[in-house]
């Protein structure tokens, strides 16, 4: 597509139950990014992909936070049990990477998450 | 400690003034970019600026990395200016697609 996208744009869960937000990178964009922004604040790291693997996933909130990608291309967080402090936009980024390429991310929408 | 520090945290300009936007960072970077969040929420690329200086119409940013510091620099400020302004660096300790975002700068432009 033209630029990323995400999907829902906005989501409401109760406390306890487990949601997926959904990334689009730009197509042929080899590395993906998540984060999550909670009101009035900057941007907090969450994981990255490079393909399908993760090298870094130590932004991750708790065990309660999972991130897969697949096929290079789309990729789904998955938050369990969510409790109120997950309530925040999370943020999807993703930049052509390679050797002979400048690591130059380009953002999503973002999903707003609130949970009651 | 504050690895990514912007400052300063708010500004508030009156159409047509110029401004400084500063983002000093702890360790050497390898990839530094300014980011405008626009009032949508929205983030929107301005410069990919690891070193150097680049002009882009009216913004301009420079970054000494050998400092530890980048400048945004915004002339003839416009309402459309408005806005958090963020830079996001990859210091070379961390892992390459790692970024830490600083906490913004608040832009507002009155007519």
């Known amino acids: 597509g033209a630029g990323v996208s995400q999907s829902p744009s906005n989501k409401v869960t109760e406390k306890g139950k487990d949601v997926e937000l959904r990334c689009d990178p730009i197509s042929g964009h080899t590395a993906l990014y998540w984060y999550r922004q909670s009101l009035g604040q900057g941007l907090e790291f969450l994981i990255y992909f490079q393909g399908n693997s993760a090298p870094d996933k130590s932004g991750l909130p708790s065990d309660r936070f999972s991130a897969e990608r697949t096929g290079g291309s789309v990729s789904t967080l998955t938050i369990q049990r969510t409790q109120q402090e997950d309530s925040a936009v999370y943020l999807c980024?993703?930049?052509?990477?390679?050797?002979?390429?400048?690591?130059?991310?380009?953002f999503g929408p973002g999903t707003r998450l609130t949970v009651l | 400690g504050i690895q990514v520090e912007q400052s300063p945290p708010d500004l508030i300009l009156q159409e047509g003034a110029n401004s400084t936007l500063r983002c000093n960072f702890s360790?050497?970077?390898?990839?530094l970019q300014w980011f405008h969040q626009n009032p949508w929420g929205q983030l929107i690329n301005l410069f990919y600026?690891?070193?150097g200086t680049k002009q882009n119409g009216r913004l301009s940013a420079t970054t000494v990395a050998t400092e530890r510091y980048s400048l945004l620099y915004i002339s003839s400020s416009q309402t459309t200016d408005s806005g958090v302004y963020f830079c996001a660096v990859v210091m070379t300790t961390d892992s390459w697609g790692k970024f830490q975002f600083g906490a913004g700068t608040q832009v507002v432009v009155t007519p």
């Open positions: 360790d050497s970077v390898n990839n």
């Open positions: 600026i690891p070193s």
């Open positions: 980024a993703s930049s052509s990477w390679g050797r002979d390429t400048r690591n130059e991310q380009f």
